[in-house]
């Protein structure tokens, strides 16, 4: 299981690039296997479904990668992580107690 977590890991640190080339390859492969099932030369048929999920992780992965690059053109996502940072600040200067404050109003 170890293999999965180092080739998950591996896909969450390629840049946009990386991930593409990877995904590009990773089809290759699909498709010269399918050749080879067709040959008869194929020996682990687990083989096709590992590569199915090696290519949908990069899919996620590079649509993760293109979100937040649209994100950071538009600027939201530094207001939005700025706004994070003011809440964050909020609640450790009021020690977190802002919460008990408005439960006790609503049960009046």
């Known amino acids: 299981m170890s293999r999965l977590r180092d080739e998950r890991r591996e896909i969450h640190t390629m840049d946009l690039a990386g991930a593409q080339q990877a995904l ?6 699909l498709f010269e296997l399918r050749l080879q099932k067709e040959r008869g030369e194929v020996k682990n048929n687990r083989q096709f479904p ?17 979100n937040v690059r ?37 049960e009046e």
């Open 24 to 29: 590009a390859e990773r089809r290759r492969t």
């Open 50 to 66: 590992q590569l199915k999920k090696e290519i949908a992780r990069l899919l996620e992965h590079i649509g993760e990668l293109n």
């Open 70 to 106: 649209l994100l950071e053109a538009e600027g939201a996502l530094d207001a939005a992580t700025a706004e994070e940072d003011d809440e964050d600040a909020d609640e450790e200067s009021d020690g977190g107690h802002e919460d008990e404050a408005d439960d006790e109003d609503d």
